[in-house]
């Protein structure tokens, strides 16, 4: 896949005509560097971080979700971190509301903002505004969770295949609730969630500049390879079997606990499983690319560039938001 990455112009500093707040999204796959490269960017700007991870916001994961540091927690104001519990389910719709109350708290002490996650779902749930898609019935829900039980994971894998490519492609096919809410949705509408979810853009009342953080795919793939072993070497074994009670919780269906669980069933030895997660983190970042390449709107930035977030304040600042 070719990028076209963003090329900036002389900074200006010309921010007096600015009438509405701005979002600055930071996007990309786990592991491309988001949480460093923003951290950086909210110091500068003086203000506070959005995470749009929908598995960092659980209070029990930590180490499985690469959640920043306590030290980097400290360097600046994030939300959504932390903040709920897994025995809670959440949905876009839930972050978007979320969010955009932490937002007007934000500009009320700053014009800017910064997003930044891998969730592409919940970035668009905040940015575009969700469709209007149908509620699932009762009965109907209660066939898919029977399906699940039934079936697992790989069940639901192959028969999203089958009815639903265009999920199976770029959905989230790691989390049976994702699968079985996609699988609805094409029952009941004959047509993909994914689809769904490209309908008309909302109005907002803030302006939004998108930035999209991506590398060589072999250099991305060595940064995940390495971060699966850093995990491992904090404990994410000890993490997940702690969890183990909760295995069937939707906040547990992720990459780097159901390999463990997995792997404790099959009977696999830790290297199998340690490579398994490798494996599965991989898949899921090609996910994230293929779904963040769909958004015009979003600009390239290579991460690995020394002058990257001066790139990005000059764009701020250039238009003169």
Not at 83 to 111: G, M, R, V
Not at 207 to 212: H, P, T
Request: hydrophobic residues 35%; contains cysteine.
């Amino acid at each position: 896949m070719k990028m076209h990455f963003l090329k900036m112009t002389d900074r200006t500093f010309n921010i007096s005509n600015k009438k509405r707040p701005l979002l600055i999204v930071i996007a990309g796959p786990t592991a491309v560097g988001k949480t460093a490269l923003s951290i950086q960017l909210a110091k500068e700007l003086n203000t506070s971080i959005i995470s749009a991870d929908s598995r960092q916001c659980y209070r029990e994961l930590n180490i499985g979700v690469a959640r920043p540091t306590d030290e980097e927690l400290n360097e600046v104001q994030h939300y959504f971190i932390a903040t709920h519990s897994i025995h809670q389910t959440l949905t876009a719709a839930d972050f978007s509301a979320y969010a955009e109350e932490k937002l007007q708290e934000i500009w009320s002490k700053s014009p800017y903002a910064v997003l930044v996650g891998g969730t592409g779902l919940y970035i668009q749930a905040l940015i575009d505004g969700l469709d209007d898609i149908p509620a699932t019935p009762t009965e109907l829900r209660k066939q898919m969770n029977y399906f699940f039980e039934q079936e697992g994971l790989k069940g639901l894998q192959a028969r999203i295949q089958l009815e639903d490519p265009i999920f199976y492609s770029t959905g989230e096919i790691e989390n049976p609730r994702r699968v079985m809410r996609a699988l609805e949705v094409m029952q009941l509408t004959g047509k993909s969630i994914i689809e769904w979810q490209r309908g008309e853009l909302k109005s907002r009342n803030f302006d939004v500049l998108e930035f999209g953080f991506n590398l060589p795919r072999e250099i991305l793939y060595d940064r995940i390879n390495q971060r699966v072993l850093n995990m491992v070497e904090m404990g994410l074994k000890q993490e997940a079997l702690e969890l183990y009670p909760y295995r069937t919780l939707s906040a547990l269906q992720t990459v780097g606990y159901q390999e463990w669980y997995e792997g404790i069933e099959l009977g696999w030895n830790d290297t199998s499983i340690i490579e398994k997660i490798q494996q599965k983190t991989r898949h899921y970042a090609k996910r994230q690319i293929t779904w963040f390449n769909k958004r015009s709107q979003l600009k390239w930035v290579d991460p690995s560039r020394s002058s990257v977030k001066n790139d990005i304040l000059d764009r701020i600042y250039s238009q003169g938001l």
